[in-house]
């Protein structure tokens, strides 16, 4: 297909292409039974690729593997080949040494994915490859109790999610003594989800899961599949807790050539987004759009949609949707109705896809490893395939937009955990305990830190010691404390009001900026005005309208330094990390107009205070210097906001993670520090350690922030340097031109 009339386009920035590769092949593993190679010949899968082969050897010789290779390159059969194999009744290896053993009657594996929709996937593509009569189970909060019912006494193979592990199977492990005992494999899929604070409490479970697993007779080995990491065998040891992993990550299926095209909008993001998307689906590519926000992807696609010679042909996607609704988009795609999908990064692990003709990325996603996930999904087929990155108004995208190369030449950025968060990790040990009394020995799974860990609690109340065996000691469940995704409660319906239809639903850790009362809400293609919110009853009602704006939330910040871990000089600034506690509140909103984005008002909210305390990285203005600048404190605070602005901005650059990941506080003089001070902190509870590579890599990504502030081409701030889509008083009080001379002084 002829991409050209894109490719010549005046908005094009810079292009790289990838060359098209052959398939590197490998025979089956003779290992693996000739019934299991014919049934999955017969599914279209004429040769196993090398790199599926090497994964599966690993797996089969009892070792932990990693395979980190890109979007569809068939990770699935590398995994399932050694799953297969045991289900024939051949002969396998323990972990611990390579003496073979009879496998016993019921052999049985686990899977787990970050969603309910990508595990029930990936059950039906297990169920179409294995033997007659193979029990494969979905198990999921959806499950009813004879569906449960036979995972536990009759499955082989449960694909869940690591929510229904932590709740449902860890806390009744006597009742899953089968399965728990003939455990042969656990599949970890879409590893490199699993980072933050929500991927410490997933790697918590993962240890309780074989520590309870051990308990009744099992060691079983671990696979994972992730998207590219340069530190893919350590994220993965650390993730599972094992002292090893095997690393597979060289890709050996076939690729077509693929294109990646930098684009500068010469009108608005979401205009050209909108343009290219109706475009390319005309002319035959099908085409996905990946948009940051819901939001976004709804007016993406309306846009399209307006533009195209069918519109129908076009349609949108973003979590939250039923699976009804999804199954319809999915079956669309497959079936080449559908030409052009405007879509959330949730389409990843909500929809099946096959490979499309060309992918756009509208506003870099905030992580390389992001980006090159997402354009994956172009060229699956091994046909040729365009990739563009269209820029948004932000400081980052403007900087990758001059700096090319760190798009095309530098590295993924490696993957982050720190499971031994004590906020997680006493959290999980107290669920250990009550699944099993806990003993120091125990440190085999939860680490070094689990015999002081324990003995704390023990002083908390919360464990009691019996001759080195810590018992729980509450009548509740302990994992009924503990939430995994760092969300209280369950996520709200979004009903409308005059049908009872149920339009989708959000967490509630965001619903005070998506359903407010007065919110616009979009969901495929149609605008609907938020009328009722019932935080209790965890619904909002919401009435059709088509009201030519959209919102925006405001809010207000207050920050407090709990605790300070680390400082060093960085020119004439001290420099900081720690612990602080955030304090936020949404007190309005904004009416905008949807094409021009002009505020047409602002109006007032009462919405409940909400606390954060998670890790930060500070600076301040030594007092020395505000004196010699002679500043105002107004023109001080303007100057600081600015700063804060550009820096949370291209942070991204040098730490994995999106700037929604983050967030950020300044003042002209802070009652802690007594001075100006700046704050970047991480956006979760506990914190993710965003913050603190910040403060590894401040010198360089400080350097970058005042490059963007004396580079842009603006007068008075924009998008691309000092204006945040995230702030929360709209963009007020902003110094562009005082926050480079501010930042130039500081660094010296």
Not at 19 to 27: G, K, L, N, Q, T
Not at 357 to 369: E, F, R, T
Not at 393 to 405: F, G
Not at 575 to 583: A, I, K, Y
Request: one cysteine or more.
């Amino acid at each position: 297909m002829n991409y050209e009339w894109v490719l010549s386009g005046r908005e094009v920035a810079a292009t790289a292409t990838r060359e098209p590769s052959v398939a590197v092949v490998a025979d089956w593993p003779d290992w693996l039974p000739t019934q299991a190679a014919e049934a999955i010949v017969a599914s279209g899968v004429e040769r196993a690729w090398a790199h599926q082969v090497e994964f599966a050897e690993h797996l089969f010789r009892g070792r932990h593997a990693i395979v980190s290779t890109p979007t569809g390159s068939g990770k699935t059969l590398g995994y399932l080949l050694p799953i297969l194999a045991a289900q024939h009744g051949r002969i396998g290896f323990t972990v611990d040494s390579a003496r073979t053993r009879l496998t016993a009657p019921r052999h049985t594996a686990l899977y787990l994915a970050p969603t309910k929709a990508l595990a029930h996937d990936q059950a039906r593509a297990a169920a179409a490859l294995g033997p007659r009569g193979w029990r494969v189970a979905a198990l999921d909060g959806d499950s009813d109790v004879a569906e449960r019912r036979f995972a536990r006494e009759h499955a082989s193979f449960i694909l869940t999610n690591p929510d229904m592990l932590h709740f449902s199977v860890l806390p009744n492990h006597e009742r899953w003594a089968s399965f728990l005992g003939s455990l042969r494999y656990i599949v970890i899929d879409e590893a490199h989800r699993y980072q933050g604070m929500f991927g410490a409490h997933v790697a918590q479970v993962v240890r309780r899961l074989r520590r309870l697993a051990a308990l009744h007779g099992a060691e079983p080995v671990v696979a994972l599949s992730s998207a590219t990491a340069p530190n893919a065998a350590e994220f993965a040891a650390t993730l599972i807790g094992a002292e090893a992993v095997e690393s597979v990550s060289g890709d050996t299926s076939p690729a077509g050539r693929r294109t990646v095209a930098l684009w500068r909008p010469s009108g608005s993001l979401r205009t050209d987004t909108a343009r290219l998307l109706a475009g390319l689906s005309d002319r035959g590519a099908q085409t996905i759009a990946f948009v940051a926000s819901r939001q976004g992807a709804e007016l993406v696609s309306i846009a399209a949609q307006e533009q195209a010679s069918d519109p129908a042909r076009i349609a949108s996607y973003r979590g939250g949707y039923l699976a009804a609704d999804r199954r319809e988009l999915e079956a669309g795609l497959h079936s080449g109705q559908l030409r052009g999908l405007a879509s959330t990064n949730a389409l990843e692990l909500g929809v099946d896809i096959a490979g499309m003709d060309a992918v756009l990325v509208s506003g870099y996603p905030g992580k390389l490893a992001s980006f090159w996930q997402q354009a994956g999904r172009a060229g699956r087929r091994g046909q040729d395939a365009l990739v563009v990155l269209l820029a948004s108004e932000n400081p980052l995208d403007a900087y990758l937009m001059e700096h090319p190369e760190l798009v095309f030449e530098v590295p993924v950025e490696r993957a982050v955990l720190h499971p031994d968060n004590p906020r997680v990790l006493g959290l999980h040990l107290a669920a250990a305990a009550q699944e099993s009394p806990l003993r120091d020995s125990d440190d085999r799974w939860f680490g070094p830190a689990t015999a002081a860990t324990a003995a704390a609690l023990v002083g908390q109340g919360v464990l009691r010691d019996r001759n080195g065996r810590y018992f729980w000691t509450r009548p509740d469940r302990a994992v009924d404390f503990i939430n995994l995704r760092s969300i209280g409660e369950r996520p709200l319906d979004i009903i409308e009001r005059d049908t009872g239809r149920v339009l989708g639903v959000v967490d509630m850790a965001a619903v005070d900026r998506t359903v407010h009362p007065g919110a616009v809400y979009l969901h495929q293609g149609e605008s609907f005005l938020v009328d009722h919110l019932d935080v209790e009853e965890h619904q909002a009602l919401v009435v059709a309208g088509r009201p030519r704006y959209y919102t925006q939330p405001q809010s207000t910040f207050d920050i407090q330094i709990v605790r300070e871990a680390e400082h060093r000089r960085m020119g004439i600034t001290r420099l900081c990390r720690g612990e602080v506690r955030l304090d936020s509140q949404v007190l309005g909103y904004l009416r905008r107009d949807e094409v021009t984005h002009e505020v047409w008002d602002s109006t007032p909210l009462e919405m409940p205070r909400r606390r954060l305390t998670t890790q930060a990285v500070w600076w301040t203005v030594p007092a020395s210097l505000a004196k010699r600048l002679g500043w105002e404190e107004l023109r001080m605070g303007a100057a600081a906001h600015a700063m804060e602005h550009t820096a949370i901005g291209l942070l991204p650059a040098f730490a994995p993670c999106d700037r929604w990941d983050i967030g950020g506080v300044s003042t002209a003089l802070h009652p802690d520090t007594g001075l100006a001070t700046i704050f970047v902190h991480d956006g979760m509870e506990g914190g993710a350690g965003f913050a603190y590579r910040g403060y590894e890599e401040a010198e360089q990504w400080l350097r970058a922030t005042l490059e963007r502030l004396t580079r842009c081409g603006c007068t008075d701030g924009c998008p691309a340097c000092v204006v945040s889509p995230k702030c929360g008083n709209a963009n007020q009080v902003l110094n562009k031109a005082d926050a480079a001379e501010l930042l130039a002084l500081l660094l010296d």
